[in-house]
């Protein structure tokens, strides 16, 4: 996750183009473009301009666990015995090396840390449970929920703009 967004205001091309990125992001910029009513050069433009201010953080492409024989997917509730911030930036880097961990969220109130978790089965979620949380000794408690079904997975940002972010639109 990028912490240092520029701000930067968003116009209709903006949202466009964002929200065909969002549906796929291996079009073309001559398809991108098209599909915004933009040329190609300011499709590639406004593109580039919103992955240097952080707006886009990264393109990926989704794989289906299915092709990997299903595997499993746990939403792991992370309760520390000491919560000040060092402790809380000490586990969150340790979960972040984690391969298996897709997911990491602070939250409050609750646990202090929500982690979505894939591995291609339960041995290889034991092991990642020894390293993570029993080998931590600041690791109070662990509540985990594994996936039955997957019913929804839409990672997007809703792009309705709000009434208080309309503002000049930036050069094209």
Known sequence: MNDSIVSLPLDEVDH????????????SNQALADAAHVSPA???RRVRRLVEAGVIERQVAILSPQAFG????AIVEVTLDRQGVEHLDAFE???????AVQQCYRVA??????LVVWVRDM???????????????NVRNVKSYFA???????PRVDLTPRPESRQAPPPS
Do not use: C, I
């Open 93 to 99: 880097a340790r979960a972040l090396a984690e391969a």
């Open 109 to 114: 109130p609750g646990p202090d840390v929500v």
């Open 42 to 44: 300011t499709a590639l």
């Open 123 to 137: 041995s290889h979620y034991n092991a990642l449970v020894q390293r993570l949380f029993t080998e931590d000794a």
């Open 16 to 27: 466009r183009l964002l929200g065909l990125l969002q549906d796929d992001a291996a079009r």
């Open 70 to 73: 299903a595997g499993l997917t």
């Open 148 to 154: 039955t079904r997957r019913s929804k997975f839409e």
